[in-house]
């Protein structure tokens, strides 16, 4: 099989899901046409539909599944509530429900950007609502059906993915993570700062190009005041915060615009 055709379907197998077309040629590792990209599936059409007949009928199992777990009237209700507040701009899927690809004791991973400067007044309201609704994934717990797993909050004002951050399994993610909030083209700015994806994988150049267009229509409307007591309440919720985050701290990459928790970190099981 070629090699990297071999290397795309690989590494979806190891989250056991088959990829449609537009996911192998998004994630194909060079450039290359689409009718040159059928025509490798093609020559290589008997170890892809091997594989195929093993996964196909499990692919549609897990769709009835995800689209169960959103259309939930509680994650339903909590995404309504958390969009009523301006703290938040984004509210993103990520993780195996971003590409409906869930497991019935898989919970939903979500990316939230909050409004410049309010990264721990939008986790605390993200955080209480779930907890309220009683959606909140119980600290320690790897496996919480249904639950919400708050495990990316972004500072609009630093949507880029750190250097050290940058390869091919965040890039996926990157490009995998499907909004279901999105507030003044939050996500279009989002991608627009990491276009680096392009140099693992070049076929996503024209979704760049789309994005920058985009993007120069975008005009982020800034405070012309600053709101002191706003500004109290977010030093104070990040202080309380960051206690309880180093109390218990592991693997979590914490900073003034981005909060990373990733209790499971593929990234480092995966070779490519």
């Not at 984004?90 to 409906?100: A, K, N, R, T």
């Not at 003044?184 to 789309?210: A, C, G, H, Q």
Request: with cysteine.
């Amino acid at each position: 099989m070629d090699k990297e055709l071999a290397s795309v379907i690989k590494y979806f197998a190891f989250f056991d899901y088959f990829p449609e077309f537009v996911d192998v040629y998004t994630f194909f590792p060079r450039k290359i046409s689409k009718k040159q990209l059928k025509n490798l599936i093609e020559a290589n059409k008997y170890t892809v539909g091997e594989y195929s007949k093993n996964k196909v009928k499990s692919q549609k199992s897990k769709v009835k599944i995800s689209r169960k777990k959103l259309d939930n009237w509680r994650f339903r209700t909590y995404i309504w509530l958390i969009s009523l507040f301006p703290q938040i701009k984004l509210v993103g899927l990520s993780g195996s429900i971003s590409m409906m690809n869930a497991d019935l004791d898989d919970d939903i991973d979500l990316f939230i950007i909050t409004k410049k400067q309010r990264l721990f007044t939008g986790r605390f309201l993200a955080t209480i609502i779930a907890f309220i609704i009683g959606l909140k994934r119980p600290l320690g717990l790897k496996k919480a059906s249904n639950k919400v797993c708050l495990n990316l909050f972004f500072d609009e004002g630093n949507l880029k993915i750190p250097k050290f951050k940058q390869s091919k399994f965040v890039g996926h993610e990157v490009l995998q993570m499907k909004p279901i909030i999105n507030k003044d083209y939050t996500y279009e700015r989002f991608l627009y700062e990491n276009r680096w994806v392009v140099r693992f994988f070049p076929n996503t150049s024209w979704i760049m190009l789309k994005v920058k267009i985009q993007k120069s229509r975008v005009q982020v409307k800034s405070q012309n005041f600053s709101l002191l007591s706003f500004n109290f309440i977010e030093l104070i919720f990040k202080k309380a915060q960051l206690f309880m985050i180093n109390r218990h701290r592991t693997t979590e990459l914490i900073s003034n615009t981005q909060l990373w928790f990733h209790p499971d970190d593929f990234e480092k099981k995966i070779k490519f």
